[in-house]
């Protein structure tokens, strides 16, 4: 593994912390030593013990002590800017998992807003975020509306990004670990049977203003990512392998480097770049196999030699902007004065418009505001079971996707008619609120297929099924039942005709298996027709109940149509009447402009004749101003 400079100014080690989250069988195999920085580990077949040395290392009953040596100074940090890290291994057991989110993450995020708001003077900016990682090392945004693509960025100024991430403000601890509670649920619903095989990234982002008295303050931008990463230490674990082997497999060879996913790329930057890192690995002594203790041992502490420099993450939106808008000027001069002929100056303009789009995109407003159509649609999608519906293998049912869109109505229909009250405000407000219209009418038509899509789930279809599935399981009986009859008839006609004591051949013999067989083939026509009759009324029942289905989907169709009609004509009628209303006021200032243009006409020929007027009474009294060239005529 390649080694890291700790002496390079302004660097930090990873620190590691080791939870054994089971007693050993016997003190031999794994021992604590009394200051609870090392561990010494003697495996079954009698070789030498060996040591291995940790930050912290603590049982289920000491966890909270993780707090003020390991995680206190995590949070802590995040007020003077700086990024930090937290990374998860070896909870594979729901009850260990249960344990670390109860007695690490709730409490990590207490401390993290209560540091925040204790030494961070003015207002806050804190948004939460979530991603999750399939073992094939593909990443879904957990709050991404429409699933857009994921992709390491690195802004000279921001630093490391995701782009395409999707963000959710919040105002308290309560709420932040609510969601990060919701997560976890839609992360299980999503991945199904291969969840305990899927990491997991909570990041919560903080900013704040230096100077809140300031318009244009410089923000100060802090950034923590908790990691959850399943699989573990060895390769030859049936839970898959840890993704952080991997990355320290790939560490050396940075060629390997370029081909790795995002989940590569994020454990990479924690633990060489500018974030305070910690590792807390769950160790449980009696795993099943041989190796998986030492491993995770060995696995943890090559994560304490690695170093990372946290630095200050402040920066000035406004200054940003501008010098990155002079270098798009420059550079577009540059190549209109050599034209096709510098390729590389094309691509440089490309990414120097990429980050000025990066940087407005960090404005607060336009945050908040994508926050609250995420928002909306959480609170749109909420279940019984589940808090959160963003996967598409879980549909709401028909009256929860009619009220969905009930709701998308009302909210449609009141946006419309404030904007038929207040049409006339401010042209921002107005642009505003056509785009929330425009945004409502589009949640509408998505909910409107969603509801269409899942009506292969809805409970009459479900109830379809299970009706089919009961008669063709009733048919199925049937057939067996008749089988086993005929066959003991069968069995019966050998055993009389092997009483009879008849001969092997001859007209006698002939006639009475004539016979048998004859009641034999009569019971099967029976057989058969009785089946017969059973799957004809079983497919006169399926026919009803598809006739009744097919009803009840048209009428929900011309209800959603009715609607759509509804509001394209209230949208239609909104628009008549506001462009009715310009023209009348465009007519009525016509009028008012003709006549005062007329009145001014007037007024101009009444000055007219008054200075002719005036001009002729001076000359008629000889006044030597009258030969003189007038300035009164106009």
């Not at 989250?21 to 016997?26: A, N, R």
């Not at 995420?374 to 279940?383: L, N, P």
Request: net charge negative; proline share 3%; hydrophobic share 35%.
């Amino acid at each position: 593994m390649a080694t890291v400079n700790m002496d390079a100014p302004g660097a930090e080690a990873v620190r590691v912390g080791v939870l054994l989250t089971t007693k050993p069988e016997s003190k031999e195999s794994v021992v604590i030593d009394e200051e609870g920085g090392s561990v010494y580990y003697k495996s079954s077949n009698n070789e030498a013990a060996k040591a291995f040395s940790f930050d912290q290392v603590v049982t289920v009953d000491s966890i909270k002590s993780f707090h003020p040596e390991l995680l206190q100074p995590l949070t802590e940090c995040m007020s003077s800017g700086c990024n930090a890290a937290l990374l998860i291994c070896g909870a594979s057991t729901e009850t260990t998992r249960a344990l670390i989110d109860s007695s690490v993450i709730r409490q990590v995020v207490a401390n993290l807003f209560s540091c925040m708001e204790s030494r961070v003077k003015g207002e806050l900016f804190i948004s939460v975020s979530s991603l999750q990682f399939y073992p094939d090392g593909s990443a879904v945004d957990v709050l991404s509306l429409n699933r857009q693509t994921l992709q390491p960025v690195t802004h000279p100024v921001l630093g490391s990004l995701i782009g395409g991430l999707c963000e959710v403000c919040v105002h308290s601890a309560e709420e932040a670990y609510n969601l990060y509670e919701t997560c976890r649920e839609t992360l299980k619903a999503n991945a199904g049977s291969i969840s305990s095989r899927c990491s997991s990234l909570f990041m919560v982002t903080v900013e704040w203003k230096l100077h809140p008295e300031e318009v244009e303050s410089d923000v100060c931008r802090s950034r923590f990512q908790l990691f959850s990463l399943a699989g573990g230490a060895s390769r030859t674990d049936l839970r898959g392998v840890n993704p952080l082997l991997k990355v320290l497999d790939q560490i050396p060879n940075p060629a390997a480097n370029i081909s790795v996913g995002l989940l590569h790329h994020l454990l990479n930057d924690a633990l060489k770049g500018n974030s305070r890192t910690v590792l807390i690995y769950c160790i449980n002594p009696q795993g099943l196999l041989d190796n998986e203790t030492p491993s995770a041992l060995n696995l943890a502490q090559k994560v304490r030699c690695f170093a990372t420099k946290p630095t200050n993450g402040c920066w000035s939106p406004r200054a940003t902007e501008q010098k990155i808008r002079d270098s798009i000027t420059d550079l577009r001069s540059v190549i209109m004065s050599q034209g096709d002929s510098e390729v590389h100056s094309i691509y440089e303009l490309a990414e120097l418009t990429q980050n000025l789009q990066m940087v407005k995109n960090q404005s607060w407003e336009k945050r908040r505001e994508e926050s609250e159509k995420i928002e909306v649609k959480i609170k749109t999608c909420k279940t019984s079971n589940s808090n959160l519906l963003f996967s598409g293998d879980h549909h709401p049912n028909s009256r929860q996707g009619t009220d969905t869109m009930k709701c998308l109505q009302d909210q449609l229909r009141q946006e419309m008619e404030e904007h038929i009250t207040e049409g006339k405000g401010n042209t921002e407000k107005v642009q505003e609120r056509v785009a929330r219209i425009q945004q409502l009418k589009e949640a509408l038509r998505e909910e409107t297929l969603k509801s269409g899509a899942a009506t292969g789930n809805s409970p009459a279809c479900q109830q379809s099924q299970l009706e089919y599935n009961k008669a063709e399981e009733r048919r199925r009986q049937l057939k067996e039942d008749h089988g086993r009859l005929i066959q003991q008839e069968v069995e019966k006609m050998e055993r009389d005709l092997a009483q009879e004591n008849l001969p092997t051949e001859g007209p006698q013999r002939d006639l009475l298996v004539l016979t048998r067989e004859r009641q034999v083939l009569v019971l099967q026509i029976e057989a058969l027709r009785a089946e017969a009759q059973q799957a004809e009324k079983d497919l006169q029942d399926q026919y009803d109940r598809h006739r009744a289905e097919l009803h009840c989907l048209r009428e929900e169709s011309l209800q959603v149509f009715r609607v759509f009609r509804q509001v394209s004509e209230e949208q239609r009628k909104i628009s008549e009447g506001r462009y009715r209303s310009v023209l009348l006021e465009a007519v009525q200032d016509a009028i008012y402009l003709s006549a005062q243009n007329q009145q001014l006409e007037a007024d101009n020929k009444q000055l007219r004749k008054s200075a002719g007027e005036l001009k002729d009474m001076l000359a008629a009294q000889g006044d030597p101003v009258a030969d003189l060239p007038s300035t009164l005529n106009v």
